[in-house]
Nanobody, 123 residues
Framework: QVRLVESGGGSVQAGGSLRLSCVAS????????MGWFRQAPGKEREGVAA????????YYGDSVKGRFTISQGNAKNMLYLQMNSLIPEDTAMYYC????????????????WGQGTQVTVSS
């Protein structure tokens, strides 16, 4: 059974930084992308960033390009999201996910979800 557990969320002022972590346990299908989604109150869940197996390709949503960086640890089961220059519009619940690449759209391609970690950015 796959389990994804996020950590690292919190409250920060605009311009600040946070680093989210995701620990994956269980067997994740070879070829799956790993990534991050977020959902703000009253809004649809949106893809933030995704990484292909072995880091072959990386996807970023337009709203986070140049500010967020996705990476994997030396251990395959670790996923990170470095978030810099945070703005209030980044306030959301952030979810770790695994599924079919490119993993940028919320839908049936996402096969595994974490429980989420809250990020709040104040102005």
């Amino acid at each position: 059974q796959v389990r994804l557990v996020e950590s690292g969320g919190g409250s920060v002022q605009a311009g600040g930084s946070l680093r989210l972590s995701c620990v994956a346990s269980g067997y994740i299908t070879n070829g799956y992308c790993m990534g991050w989604f977020r959902q703000a109150p009253g809004k649809e869940r949106e893809g933030v960033a995704a990484i292909w197996p072995g880091g072959a390709r990386i996807y970023y949503g337009d709203s986070v390009k140049g500010r967020f960086t996705i990476s994997q640890g030396n251990a395959k089961n670790m996923l990170y999201l470095q978030m810099n220059s945070l703005i209030p519009e980044d306030t959301a619940m952030y979810y770790c996910a695994a599924g079919f690449c490119p993993l940028k759209d919320y839908g049936p391609s996402v096969k595994h979800w974490g429980q989420g970690t809250q990020v709040t950015v104040s102005s």
